[in-house]
């Protein structure tokens, strides 16, 4: 190998070069990480302070029917808010009293919005609530039941 006055082999030159590219690779990929999990934390973020409460969204032909897991939750404490095309959902904790030896859950309650993908009719919504987990039934505004014809 090859060494030049300072005493650096041509080795270690194309080391330190390899080095600052995979930090300016490593810069990049973080920026592009950055921009990609910024919108996915954007949504994310209106549950500041809250847990992120889960949701499953089933489609039917009739209905849409969500699913909200709201563990602790009590029935008179969920609010509970719809329109043509969204769904609100948001508890107040119950904390109790004692010393925490370790606490995950937010100490403020949950909290969700999401944007439904079909149009629904808000003034016919239903919902329920056992064991934690808050039934939503949302009717859709237009349902297309498919008519069979008979071709001649």
């Known amino acids: 190998m090859k060494s030049d006055s300072s005493g650096t082999s041509d080795l270690e030159r ?8 995979a930090a300016r690779m490593s810069n990049q990929a973080s920026q592009a990480a950055k921009k990609i999990l ?9 549950a500041r302070g809250h847990d992120y409460a889960a949701i499953d969204l089933l ?4 209905e849409l029917i969500a699913l909200v897991a709201l563990p602790g939750a009590a029935k008179d404490k969920i609010d509970l808010r719809i329109t043509e095309d969204s769904l609100y959902v948001e508890t107040k904790a119950n904390p109790l009293a004692g010393k925490y030896l370790r606490r995950e859950m937010s100490p403020i309650g949950q909290k969700r919005e999401i944007k439904l993908p079909a149009e629904i009719k808000p003034e016919q919504v239903k919902a329920s609530f056992k064991d934690g987990i808050l039934e939503v039934h949302l009717p859709k505004l237009v349902v297309i039941n498919a008519q069979r014809v008979q071709v001649d």
């Open 14 to 21: 194309m080391i330190g070069k390899a080095a600052v590219e």
């Open 38 to 46: 910024g919108d996915v934390t954007s949504e994310m973020g209106e």
């Open 59 to 62: 489609d039917t032909d009739e």
